[in-house]
């Protein structure tokens, strides 16, 4: 069973618009959130993690907001450019739980 | 410099056979993963070892055995292989044993296909 839920399964967005994935989860015990990156033929690598404590974390172009009532979180990836056409994970886990639940991921396509 | 490193790249081999894929991280991280990414990319974890010791064993077929000989190196080894094995295998690192909150670094992937 997944424990994170991640959509959409794929988009696709013009050079220069906003790509939005969405991600939720219904572990409340869940307190890490990260956010990992995959470019065609290599492995994961992390992006952007935010904790329960804030709402929002920015990190240039790339800004995760989470809502702790409603168990969703969220990556927008603003002034989006052919550089960043990749699959993007959502994860989260407990701590002690010595692992990452991933979400399904959403592969993002952004047109020149 | 390659952080995670894995051996081989890619893996063609025929059903019914046994083959080994090897892992090594020169981060000095204590804790080492396996995940399998299958043909919808999504990523599912096998195994953990923190300081050689196994810490997770995700309900994985008893065919898949790994084995650390020490706390650089995580090697898989496959028994028996069948059709549904093929996908991608990624080895990873994090520092400490809490590698659920930390970064997690994955090698390159090993692309097993099995006829």
């Known amino acids: 069973q997944q424990q994170v839920k991640q959509s959409p399964q794929s988009l696709i967005v013009q050079k220069g618009g906003i790509s939005i994935i969405n991600c939720a989860y219904e572990n409340t015990a869940f307190d890490y959130f990260p956010w990992y990156q995959q470019f065609p033929g290599k492995g994961p690598a992390l992006l952007i993690a935010?904790?329960?404590?804030?709402s929002e974390k920015k990190e240039g172009r790339f800004t995760i907001s989470f809502n702790k009532s409603a168990k969703q979180f969220s990556l927008h990836i603003m002034d989006s450019q052919p550089g960043d056409s990749a699959t993007y994970f959502c994860a989260a886990s407990a701590i002690n739980d010595y692992k990452l639940s991933f979400g399904a991921g959403t592969t993002v396509t952004v047109r020149a | 410099d390659t952080a995670v490193s894995q051996t081989p790249k890619y893996l063609v081999t025929q059903m019914g056979n046994d083959k080994s894929i090897k892992c090594e991280q020169n981060?000095?991280?204590?804790?080492m993963y396996w995940y399998k990414q299958d043909s919808k990319k999504f990523l599912k974890i096998m195994f953990s070892?923190?300081?050689?010791?196994?810490?997770i064993n995700e309900t994985v077929p008893n065919r898949f055995s790994p084995k650390s000989p020490d706390k650089a190196h995580l090697n898989l080894h496959i028994n028996s292989l069948e059709l549904g094995d093929s996908a991608v295998y990624f080895c990873?690192?994090?520092?400490?044993?809490?590698?659920?909150?930390?970064?997690?670094?994955f090698g390159p992937g090993t692309r097993l296909l099995v006829l």
């Open positions: 990873a690192s994090s520092q400490g044993g809490g590698g659920n909150q930390e970064t997690q670094y």
């Open positions: 935010i904790r329960p404590d804030v």
């Open positions: 070892y923190n300081n050689k010791e196994l810490i």
């Open positions: 981060l000095g991280h204590d804790t």
